[in-house]
Structure formats: C-alpha cells, structure tokens
C-alpha cells in the first residue's frame, strides 16, 4: 500500500461506533468492548479504539477508527488525528443529544482549520418520524453554522452497508469538490 | 346560560393563532440552546394529537413561537408554555381570534432557523409586519435580535451581498438539514448536495450539470420528495443513456456493480 488515510468515527457511548466499523470493515475487527461495569442499557462497551480497513485498489488503504468522544479520550484523539482523510461524529437520537461533546471534538480537531472534511452522522434514528429527525438535524446543523463549520448532518443505520458506506462518499465528494474548486 | 355555552361552541371551533416570546434559560446566547431537541420533540407529539400547527425559532438567547389550532387549545398550551421552566420572560406578541385558515398547516412544529427564508414564514412575517411598530418596545428588540439575518447580512448596510449570493448561501443551508437527514440517502443526492455545500457550483450550473430545471431542483431541495425525484431521474437516464448521472461526481459509476464496488472505483479514480 502506498498510502494510507484515517476514517474516525468519534462518538459517547452507544452511539454505534463499534457497529459501523464492524459494517464497513473487510478485516476482523479488533475492538476494545469490554462488559459495562455499570448500566448504560446495553452489555458492552467500547474503552479504547475499535479498528478495521477497507483497501482501496492497491494503492490505498483506508483505515476505520472507532473512537470514544468524551474529552478524557483526548489521547486516542491525538493518536487518530494523524493523516486523518475524514471525521464522523456519531451522536444518538434522542430528547437529550450530546451537543456538548461535538463541540469538544470540533474544539480539538479543529476540522476547517486543519481540512478535513466532517460530518455528523445520526444513528439510531429508525424510531423518529420525519418531522422530528428532520428537527434533530436541523439543531446539529445549526451548532455546526455557529462554530462556521460547513458539513453534512445526515442519518444513518450502523447495520446497514448502504447506509454507513454514505459517510466514506460523502467525505470522499467533500476532497473531490475542493480538488475541482 | 346559553350565551355561555355558545361562547363555549365558538372557542372549541375557532381558529386562533397565537405568537409569543421567551428567553432561553442557556447561559451562553451564541449557541444553540441545549433544550432545543427536547422541546421540539416533546412538542411535535403534543400537537399532532392535538391539532396545534406553527413554528418555533430561536437566536441570540430568545425563542420565538408562532401557534395555531382551536382557540380553547391554543390558549390552554400557552399556558402551560408559560409555566415552562426551560424559559423564562414569556410575552405574547400577537393574539388573533377567528382566523380564516392557517398559515402553518402542513406543520405539526417546524423549526424553523431565522437564517433561511421559506414561504410560509414570509407570508407570516408578511402578514404582521404592519403591526410591528405597535408593539411594545421591549418586544421590538427581542423581536429584531430574532429575526436579524446575520448570516446572510454580515456587511454593513449599504454593502449587502448581491442577491445571486444571496440565494446560493441559502440554497445551501437549505439544502444540509432537509436532505442529508433522510437516512440512507441516495449517493447521487450526497453529489448534488457536496457540489453545492463545497460552493463547487451555483444552483444555475447544477441544473445544468445534472440536467435539472430550475424548478425540479427546488423540487429537489424539499423534503421527502428528494428520493423519488432523483430515482425518477435516474431511471430515466438509465432508458436514454443521459442525464445527471453522466455528469456527476459519480458519473462513471456502473449501477451493475454493487455500492462498494462502485465506492472503490470513486476512490480509484480520484487517486490516478
């Protein structure tokens, strides 16, 4: 391989990191989950990075990060941040999503200044009727307008490779369009 | 008696649109008030199962509401919106009885982002604009930190952005909430919208680019009509062998192969 970039998927818990990297990955995944000591509604979670690959022909390779998104994690942070390609922040539907930890990951990857491409990625959607979904993103758009970051809210379901494979094409149209800017 | 049960009829009946004011209790009024979510949706299930329709929007620390629905509703919500301890400083900007129809009626709770223009929050704006200057003064200034469009009139007056620059601005905000949120987006539509999100094109060169007129793209640009407008024309590009997907980002795709491959034959190509 003669090049190799990094994808991160960078999110609090539950938000589907593991699952989407086990979704795109034609490796084994090498995942950190460990048994939840305490509840957080589900059995496992994950305490380091989960990471996989796509090749990519043969001359590149794309390596898949699935990264904590708390601020205490800021060390696996730096770790991904190395040719980073693209960045997916990962954030849960819900009544109470976790605007704060965006705007962590926004303040230490520095996304425009350091161009790289970044969007965030809505999961576990299937339950929210239009109107509302259409209402959660709209909330995440506007944090993005207010720190002048121009990218893409989209939703997506970590099961699925259709659905997951949108954030790779997205960034990748994001480096095409500045290549043709 | 009887007068007071035919007030009684006429308030279950009548339609009454109701707007109001408030401030976010959020300390810090640059940013998106972090209740919002809740709010919005809590308050999409509460109008649907009771006939409310309307929009909520905020900006620099104030929200601002506009309700509509039977008259007895209305007024009871307002209430309990006022009781609401996710603001505070709540005032009724305007109260109209025995409307004719509503504005709003396709909106349960649109939230509704005071940067981007739309047709039913202009013919609202429209509608009361006469009687702004009437109101009380306090409310005038909550009401100008609201509606200010600082995104788009950055520059001093006098020096605004000619209107082309205008619409493309808009065009691509609109574009971001309304289509990327529909899960499992048709990559065709992510190639229109980057295109205009990286300010590659102007939605006159997209039309022409993807083969579109002016006013399929608006088309485009509304919700839920994105993925049947973009499948209907990729259908029919497939049957004459032209159309948007020739000239696109992902024009060199084949639709024989399966999504992955044809995601590493983009990358292939963009790495020659």
């Not at chain 1, 809505?122 to 009727?129: E, L, P, R």
């Not at chain 1, 993005?144 to 997951?164: E, F």
């Not at chain 2, 209907?232 to 992955?260: I, P």
């Amino acid at each position: 391989m003669s090049e190799y970039r990094k994808l991160a998927f960078v999110g609090t818990v539950g938000t589907g990191k593991s699952t989407i990297v086990r979704t795109l990955s034609e490796i084994e995944v090498i995942d950190t989950d460990r048994a939840s000591t305490v509840d957080i509604g589900k059995e496992f979670t994950t305490i380091g990075i989960d990471y996989g690959r796509i090749a990519l022909g043969d001359n590149m390779a794309l390596g898949l990060y699935g990264v904590p998104g708390q601020s205490r994690f800021s060390m696996l942070w730096d770790h991904v941040n190395r040719s980073l390609w693209g960045l997916a922040f990962l954030v849960k539907y819900s009544e109470s999503p976790d605007s704060d930890s965006l705007l962590e990951v926004i303040d230490f990857f520095q996304p425009v200044a350091n161009d790289i491409p970044f969007v965030v990625a809505v999961t576990h959607a299937d339950q929210a009727d239009d109107d509302s979904l259409e209402s959660f993103c709209t909330v995440f758009q506007e944090i993005l307008t207010s720190r002048s970051l121009p990218a893409a809210v989209m939703a997506i379901d970590c099961t699925s490779r259709d659905s997951a494979m949108s954030i790779p094409l997205y960034i990748n149209a994001m480096h095409r369009a500045r290549e043709n800017a | 008696m009887q007068a007071l049960a035919c007030i009684g009829a006429k308030m279950a009946t009548e339609l009454k649109r109701l707007s109001y004011v408030s401030r976010s209790v959020a300390d810090d009024t640059s940013s998106v008030p972090a209740e919002l979510t809740a709010i919005v949706i809590q308050s999409l299930r509460f109008n649907h199962a009771h006939g409310i329709t309307g929009f909520l929007t905020w900006r620099n620390g104030y929200y601002f509401q506009a309700l509509e629905g039977a008259a007895q509703t209305v007024e009871t919500l307002y209430e309990k919106i006022a009781n609401d301890n996710r603001h505070y400083q709540t005032a009724v900007v305007w109260s109209e009885n025995g409307i004719q129809e509503r504005i709003f009626s396709g909106w349960r709770l649109k939230l509704w982002s005071a940067s981007l223009t739309c047709s039913e929050v202009n013919r609202y704006i429209q509608l009361y604009a006469d009687r702004f200057d009437s109101l009380d003064e306090e409310i005038q200034r909550r009401l100008s930190k609201i509606f200010q469009l600082d995104l788009i009139f950055s520059s001093e007056p006098g020096d605004l952005p000619d209107r082309h620059a205008i619409f493309n601005y808009e065009f691509r905000l609109q574009a971001l909430p309304s289509v990327f949120g529909l899960t499992g987006q048709h990559p065709y539509c992510i190639d229109v919208l980057t295109s205009l999100l990286a300010g590659w094109t102007s939605p006159a060169q997209l039309t022409a680019q993807f083969n579109l007129s002016p006013d399929e793209l608006h088309e485009l640009l509304s919700r839920n009509e994105v993925n049947s407008l973009l499948l209907k024309r990729n259908a029919e590009s497939n049957q004459d062998n032209r159309g948007m997907c020739d000239k696109g980002t992902f024009g060199e795709l084949s639709h024989n192969r399966s999504f992955y491959d044809r995601l590493r034959s983009v990358f292939m190509g963009s790495h020659k």
